[in-house]
């Protein structure tokens, strides 16, 4: 998938979930904006109640989008499911896609009034949506293979050694050039910091008389060696990140789907079924 085709891709998913809560919000407004006595007088009452065609409806859907978007996740990261076809990081954004969609149209199915038990689904529901919106960010910030994959400590600073093995059997490199180009001192402070450095191993560079094609092809292993040592800072970072993030997100969406099952289950046995 290219970048404009994947730009596509996440527009399009953003756009139906923008008409579908605008539409929703639009055509019920003027029955959520009802005090909860006043409803049953609302003429489109018997449409729009949770035990309504469209209320039930929307809490039907929407939990299948977030059972469905769960599972396939799972299935594709744990499990390897299609994993020829499907790269990860896509499988992802559709997962967090189902899991936007999902929590809004139960929201709509509660007609916005939840207390009890489950009023403890929602707030886990909410929780688990800021929570995935926290993780996507982490997420992406992982240095990853062109295919995807995320990489690990071990493959990133293998990668780095190897640069440096090839900046050191360099002719005409003093020892002195070789330790301001490999000093790791600043380059995981930030962009600005690794420019300056930069600059200086250019000077350095054009002090020793080293022509300019031996110039650039040193800048160039400079810059993707940089890149590799910011690339060891983040993962640390991210992966530290996780640990926390999994605390947070993994129980509350346990919580949730437990406190949804008991919900459906009862109102299965209360013999609400929808349309069928």
């Not at 039930?56 to 859907?61: K, N, P, Q």
């Not at 744990?78 to 139960?106: A, N, Q, S, T, W």
């Not at 982490?138 to 240095?143: A, C, F, N, V």
């Not at 800048?219 to 060891?232: F, H, W």
């Amino acid at each position: 998938m290219g970048k404009v085709t994947h730009a596509i891709y996440i527009g399009v998913m953003t756009l139906i979930v923008l008409v579908v809560t605008a539409w929703l919000a639009y055509t019920g407004y003027s029955y959520y904006e009802l005090p909860l006595e006043e409803r049953f007088y609302h003429p489109q009452y018997h449409w729009f109640r949770p035990a309504g065609p469209l209320g039930h409806g929307l809490g039907i859907i929407g939990t299948f989008l977030i059972l469905f978007g769960v599972v396939f996740y799972i299935a594709r990261k744990r499990y390897g499911f299609m994993e020829r076809y499907l790269r990860l990081k896509h499988v992802l954004e559709f997962h967090i896609f189902l899991c936007v969609l999902g929590p809004i149209l139960v929201l709509f199915h509660t007609t916005f009034k939840f207390g009890g038990m489950v009023s403890i689904a929602f707030w886990s529901m909410v929780a688990v949506v800021l929570s995935g919106v926290v993780g996507r960010f982490i997420y992406i910030q992982i240095p990853r293979t062109i295919e995807g994959r995320a990489l690990s400590l071990a493959e990133v600073n293998k990668a780095k050694e190897e640069i440096a093995r090839e900046l050191r059997q360099m002719e005409g490199l003093e020892s002195s050039t070789l330790d301001l180009i490999l000093n790791d001192d600043g380059r995981q402070r930030g962009y600005f910091a690794r420019k300056l450095q930069l600059s200086r191993v250019r000077r350095e560079l054009r002090h020793k008389h080293i022509d300019r094609s031996r110039r650039r092809a040193i800048i160039e292993l400079v810059k993707q060696e940089m890149s590799l040592a910011g690339k060891v800072s983040r993962l640390r970072q991210m992966q530290n990140l996780f640990k926390y993030w999994h605390v947070v997100h993994l129980p509350f969406a346990i919580i949730m789907l437990v406190i949804v099952v008991i919900h459906v289950v009862i109102t299965v046995m209360l013999g609400y079924r929808w349309i069928f």
